[in-house]
């Protein structure tokens, strides 16, 4: 057998190094895996004890509006309806996606439609900083701009969904922004050449073409930036007024998950219902992004399976 | 590398109607200029090749042609359309580019259905009529060959065709707007010898109805398809005449080298 | 006309609402930087803070926020790095990558609070590492992770499949070509992931108020062990940032010059963000035109 | 384990041979006062170390009580929180905190009584022109349930009847700004955190100030609580003697917005029932 | 289309020694079998040809000649090279590789200098010798024809060579491995003219010391080329025989079809 027979059957240090390579990935990865169920694992133990320790009925807990974990109700069962902070959670959510969106829309055509070298230029690091500004600075902002100025036009207090909105609308921007020039990046440049030599204007190309197969990419940006106004915690809690009442309009304090979950957690004691009637509500956050997250994979299907066909 | 006078040239007279003609074109990218005071007349009903070496500026010429340049590059000098000077900036572009069509070298169908394809830009143009619109996609898909293969699957995904079906669908797509003029990039490089015999047949037959103008790598496409032919080098212009007699009897050095390929 | 009056109204708007951010962002920096820019001064940010008294500055906090960025780093880079290459390179297109992705993408969109309060429960309580920037660092990790890796799989997956081709029909291993061909082309936009990143965990603070703490103790910065309590670099000690920073003396204002400490160390940190880019944008080019012989 | 509270004493009983780690965690009101002392104990103890850290009443009180820290501060009694074992602590408290409704500086309300207040909080009376004020509607701002200050004003002022639902915060710094800012508002502030840009309430005509606190005549007010599991030892029983002793009782406390434990006339009990000491 | 008999072939029974062979090749993309029953025998230090319709599986063919298909495709058969099967899974793929280099359609140089194109992947094989490594970069460079235009800028990144020049850099990088066997995936397609002519010259300069088996679209370049061609047709060989033969006396009917264009 010759040198280079010998050679082609046996291993080298190529095959060690790919081995190693590759365990190395697989380590990386399981730890991944690992942190993931342990956050799933402890959260989730946290937040059913409130059901299964404390006896709180589950649909009581989604559907009822009072929250005093410290009294009892008429039968005798402790009071934690989180109703008030899920309807405002949505509701704040959802507003500030409406408005964040055409915003991010338009910004993002700008930088990879209309100038696609001096405009990205401009607002990458526009972009960049603003998600470098930390949600605290934005609290305050918004306490000392936003609620007065809320206050000067609506009357009240200034507190509210509204205030609330307009702070989260600036911090989901970049998210939605720089997810959907991705997408608009992803669009083959040759859709573009086409329409455009089929005599096309640029906002036809842009509008029939360009946004309609970017379209469930654009779908999942705008869902991670729900996600990500889901989950905002101090700047909202500064703006939002944290009253645990059914929001009667979009001025009036409320509060959301995430700053009943951050003003009261300090305060309670472990293993008492307040404070596991708390870990329920980060178990309503896990699971909302979970849920966001289906919806994005959803979307990632649908959209493959409609450009295929 | 061999060099070449650039002032050698040879350009044909020619007296028959023109489709398009470009009188001093100069384009630059930025700092560089890729193409050099060139004046060409291309002939109604003719088919028209340009050749030349990788990167001397082929593409950059006929891009110019239906404006495809605007923003990517500068270019100056009159390109005469029905008496327009449409490189003129005040010139509606849109409507020279549905005057002028263009095919590039990688098949580009939208991910749309097949009659999708050919009738959005019609829709867009604001034809709605059922009939007409009907009409004009047998018309474009027969004219481009097509038609015979994908009639009974007008309404599948076009991006599920092969290669060089999907560039005679853009053809056809592009013929649909019933252009004067249609420009072919290399329409044929990325296809195997059979697409790539369909589509000279096409092209063939469309020139009755139009002009064709097509930029090829492929010595024997040109010489088989085009009625004339323009040796591109450098950015210049080295010469144009009549298919046969550029490769016969090449007038100018610098063509006979890169047609014998023994250029460079 | 039609299309083309359609077409130039539509620019409009869109040029309209690029204006709309631009200044909105215009206008919060620069009312950051014109409140804090006027604080900042060379006392501010080489004394201690002071809860009772003014004239506090920000050192403590400043170091521990770099600090606390580099440890979350070296925790986040190499793991994500790992994953991202795995999902880049080796997975197959199966349901055990769709969990492994939605995995990450969870672990992406947590709120910060419930990954504050986790890291509270189980780094802080259960596994005894107090508050302390190991603590904060490590569940900072947790938004980096999903950051840094799909950043990093997204720079991956935009350099050509033709050069991994190149590489390995040369009789490379996959891992040569991934990590001497491929890394070094996904460089600069592994590069913007980091920059990015590190623009959160520099601004986090509810996921630091339970891990990381919102004390500062003094340290000495001439320790150098980092085993010593004592030592500025001991990362098992509790260390305020400056975002937690800013939301303390926010919300506990005790200290008289609040405001002033809070404005200016909300442009520091805004500054210190700024210079991290471009520094970071500056030696990533640097580096990816040495490694790949471009002018 | 990092920071927990095994200290290691050595068997000198010399002041600067004691060493250890201590972790004082709770109160936020109390924490700066802590912190302060920590430090300066610290610069005569300095093979002691001392970590404070806020989260509030209620994780100061788990956390000692799980063993994890060896101080936990806390504005309430141990006995009056739900789930401590207020038996297995020992409370050294280090000082007094008064508390004192303030409102918006334009309700132009100075002075109100006991019932007055009681039906502002509990959501009968919501115009300020009902007490002599403006006609300007109440906004009632809360701290956060469970928080120290809160359990104490509702003690003292509520009788048992429930808050009405209104805002509710969980700091003293963002409370103070909120009343500062928005007209028509009222909350509670230890007097600590009073400044000029809000107005503190007399009730019944007294004024919030320490030496009505010490006499009980102001009624709201609480202790500020250091509790250890069992008794304190080595370093932490020191740090907890320094607490007591007369460099922080009769200079820092004072400076800092508290009141002396040893000033007091009266004392309270766990059930909030006062007497004379 | 038109349909042939898939078990009318003609396959030249060689006698010389070979430089590899393989027996029953299958392979299969998930469900879809791509390659059918394939067996040829490539002669030492000539240059094959392998041509066919696009589609016909020609790159597939190819590209299990040294395992690139590994993950991407399940290849059943075996591939004799030096008596050794080197489609068992146990074989040493990196070996395989080494000796059986690989150049693609579209040029791939890394983004390095030039020198780090052509010593990476030998300094990663354990060649430290600094003269070696010179010889070896002038020798790889000399044989793919470019010394001579790129010696002084040895330093400068590949990217900013011309297409043709990086393929034939790519040609030179594998080389330099000192391969046994060369697999040219229509290396020249991409390229102009010139380009490809330069192209071709490299591939028969280097068949003095290795096997060149080439993918080509092009039925000039086969027959200026090679010595032998083989043309497949839907993943299946039709006609395996001497050059020379195949384009003048074609034995199977599909084969001549598809010289003369008249296929499909
Ligand atoms: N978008 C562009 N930006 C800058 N320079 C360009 C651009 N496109 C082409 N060029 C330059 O202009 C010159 C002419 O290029 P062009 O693409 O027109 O050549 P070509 O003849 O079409 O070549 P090929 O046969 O390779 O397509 C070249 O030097 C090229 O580098
Ligand atoms: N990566 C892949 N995954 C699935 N199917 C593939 C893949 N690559 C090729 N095929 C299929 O295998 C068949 C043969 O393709 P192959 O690329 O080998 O043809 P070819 O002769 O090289 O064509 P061309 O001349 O266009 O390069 C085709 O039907 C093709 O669709
Ligand atoms: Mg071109
Ligand atoms: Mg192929
Ligand atoms: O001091 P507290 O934060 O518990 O009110």
């Known amino acids: 057998m010759d040198e280079i027979q010998r050679k082609l059957q046996q291993n080298s240090k190529a095959t060690r190094e790919d081995h190693l390579g590759r365990t190395i990935c697989y380590i990386c990865i399981g730890l991944i895996i690992a942190l993931v169920t342990c956050i799933l694992y402890f959260i989730a133990s946290k937040g059913i004890a409130t059901f299964t320790k404390d006896h709180v009925n589950v649909w009581q807990f989604l559907t009822t509006s009072n929250w005093e974990p410290t009294s009892m109700d008429s039968k005798g069962r402790p009071m934690v309806g989180a109703l008030p902070m899920i309807v405002t959670s949505f509701s704040v959510t959802l507003l500030a996606a409406l408005v964040a969106t055409p915003f991010a829309i338009g910004v993002a055509i700008f930088m990879t439609e209309i100038s696609a070298k001096r405009g990205a230029k401009l607002l990458q690091p526009v972009i960049e900083l603003l998600v470098g500004i930390p949600s605290v600075v934005y609290g305050f902002i918004g306490l000392s701009l936003i609620v007065p100025f809320i206050r000067h036009i609506f009357g009240g207090t200034g507190f509210g969904i509204l205030s609330g909105t307009l702070v989260l609308f600036v911090m989901v921007l970049p998210t939605i922004t720089s997810l959907t020039v991705d997408s608009l990046k992803a669009v083959p440049m040759h859709y573009r050449q086409a329409s455009l030599a089929l005599g096309a204007t640029r906002w036809q190309t842009i509008y029939k073409v360009i946004l309609r197969s970017a379209t469930p990419g654009i779908l999942t940006a705008i869902i991670f930036g729900m996600a990500r106004a889901f989950g905002e915690a101090l700047a909202v809690q500064m703006v939002i007024g944290n009253a645990i009442l059914m929001p009667k309009n979009l001025v009036s304090p409320a509060s959301t998950l995430t700053s009943k979950l951050t003003t009261d957690i300090g305060n309670t004691v472990m293993g008492t219902l307040p404070n596991d009637a708390l870990w329920s509500l980060a178990l309503i956050l896990l699971l909302m992004s979970l849920f966001f997250n289906m919806l994005v994979r959803f979307i990632g299907k649908r959209g493959n399976i409609k450009n295929a066909s | 590398m061999k060099t070449y006078d650039f002032n050698d040239k040879y350009i044909i007279d020619l007296k028959s109607e023109m489709a398009i003609e470009t009188d001093n074109i100069q384009v630059s990218y930025g700092k560089n200029q890729a193409i050099f005071d060139t004046s060409l007349k291309f002939p109604r009903f003719k088919i028209i090749s340009l050749i030349g070496a990788s990167g001397s500026g082929k593409s950059t010429y006929l891009r110019c042609l239906n404006r495809m340049n605007d923003k990517i590059a500068t270019v100056d000098g009159k390109i005469m359309y029905r008496n327009v000077d449409i490189n003129d900036p005040k010139t509606n572009v849109y409507e020279v580019r549905k005057h002028i069509g263009m095919v590039f070298q990688r098949p580009n169908p939208f991910a749309k259905s097949i009659r999708e394809n050919i009738l959005f830009a019609l829709k867009e143009n604001g034809i709605h009529d059922k009939n007409e619109l009907e009409e004009r996609l047998e018309m474009s898909l027969q004219d481009a060959a097509l038609w015979e293969e994908v009639k009974d699957e007008l309404d599948t995904s076009a991006l599920a065709l092969s290669g060089g079906q999907q560039q005679r669908l853009c053809i056809a797509r592009s013929i649909a707007m019933k252009p004067d003029v249609l420009l072919l990039d290399e329409p044929a490089s990325a296809l195997d010898p059979i697409s790539t015999s369909k589509i000279e047949d096409t092209v063939q037959l469309l020139s009755k109805n139009l002009t064709v103008i097509i930029v090829t790598h492929n010595m024997q496409q040109a010489s088989r398809i085009s009625d004339y032919t323009a040796f591109f080098h450098m950015g210049h212009i080295i010469e144009y005449n009549e298919t046969r007699k550029i490769f016969t009897k090449p007038k100018i050095k610098a063509t006979d080298d890169y047609i014998s390929g023994d250029f460079g | 006309m039609h299309p083309k009056r359609t077409d130039k109204i539509a620019t409009g708007i869109i040029y309209a609402v690029v204006a709309t951010v631009v200044a909105i962002l215009v206008f919060l920096i620069g009312y950051i930087l014109y409140n804090g820019v006027p604080d900042i001064t060379w006392h501010f940010l080489t004394s201690q803070a002071q809860s009772f008294s003014a004239g506090g500055g920000i050192r403590d906090q400043l170091f521990n926020s770099l600090y606390l960025l580099v440890l979350t780093l070296i925790i986040s880079f190499p793991i994500a790095m790992g994953a991202g290459i795995y999902l880049a390179e080796y997975a197959k297109d199966n349901w055990i990558t769709d969990v492994i992705r939605t995995s990450i993408e969870v672990l992406s969109s947590l709120p910060s609070v419930v990954v504050g309060l986790f890291g509270y429960l189980l780094l802080v309580n259960q596994l005894n590492m107090g508050f302390s920037i190991l603590s904060g660092a490590i569940a900072l990790t947790f938004f980096n992770l999903p950051l840094l890796t799909r950043n990093i799989e997204e720079s991956l997956n935009s350099v050509p499949d033709l050069q991994k081709e190149a590489g390995i029909s040369l009789g490379l291993s996959d891992w040569k070509t991934i990590t001497k061909i491929i890394v070094p082309e996904g460089l600069p936009g592994i590069l913007t992931g980091v920059i990015l990143s590190s623009g959160r965990v520099f601004g986090e603070a509810a996921a630091l108020i339970y891990t990381a703490g919102q004390s500062a103790p003094s340290v000495s910065y001439t320790n150098w062990n980092i085993f010593n309590a004592n030592s500025f670099l001991n990362p098992m000690r509790p260390a305020e940032t400056l975002a937690v920073h800013i939301w303390k003396v926010n919300t506990e204002a005790v200290t008289p010059d609040a405001h002033a400490i809070s404005s200016g160390s909300s442009a520091v940190l805004i500054i210190v963000i700024l210079i991290f880019n471009l520094g970071a944008r500056f030696i990533g080019n640097h580096i990816y035109k040495k490694m790949t012989a471009a002018k | ?277």
């Not at chain 4, 250890?20 to 430090?39: D, R």
């Open chain 4, 1 to 277: 384990t990092g920071c927990s509270n095994n200290s290691k004493s050595s068997s000198s009983s010399s002041d600067s041979s004691a060493s250890g780690k201590i972790t004082a965690v709770g109160s936020t009101a109390l924490q700066p006062l802590v912190e302060k002392a920590a430090s300066n104990f610290q610069k005569d103890n300095s093979k002691i170390s001392i970590t404070v850290q806020g989260g509030g009443s209620g994780t100061g009180l788990s956390q000692v009580q799980d063993g994890s820290v060896a101080l936990g501060n806390s504005d309430i009694f141990a006995e009056s929180k739900d789930g401590i074992d207020a038996k297995k602590l020992v409370d050294h408290k280090v000082a007094v905190v008064g508390m004192a409704p303030v409102v918006n500086k334009e309700t132009g309300v100075k002075n109100l009584t006991m019932d007055q207040l009681k039906k502002i909080f509990t959501g009968k009376i919501t115009n300020w022109k009902d007490v002599g004020g403006k006609d300007q509607e109440i906004t009632v701002v809360n701290r956060a349930e469970g928080s120290g200050t809160r359990a104490t004003f509702e003690d003292a002022v509520l009788g048992g009847d429930k808050a009405v639902k209104s805002q509710e915060q969980d700091s003293n710094g963002t409370v103070q700004k909120i009343v500062e800012s928005t007209p028509g508002a009222i909350s509670y502030l230890a007097f600590s955190y009073i400044n000029d840009k809000v107005q503190a309430v007399s009730i019944n005509d007294v004024k919030p100030t320490d030496t009505n606190v010490e006499t009980n005549d102001w009624p709201i007010w609480s202790y500020e609580h250091m509790y250890t599991k069992g008794e304190a030892k080595d370093a932490t029983a020191k740090f907890l003697k320094y607490m007591d002793s007369s460099a922080v009782q009769k200079g820092l406390v004072g400076k800092m917005g508290y009141i002396s434990i040893h000033d007091m006339k009266v004392q309270k009990d766990a059930k909030g029932t006062v007497s004379n000491k």
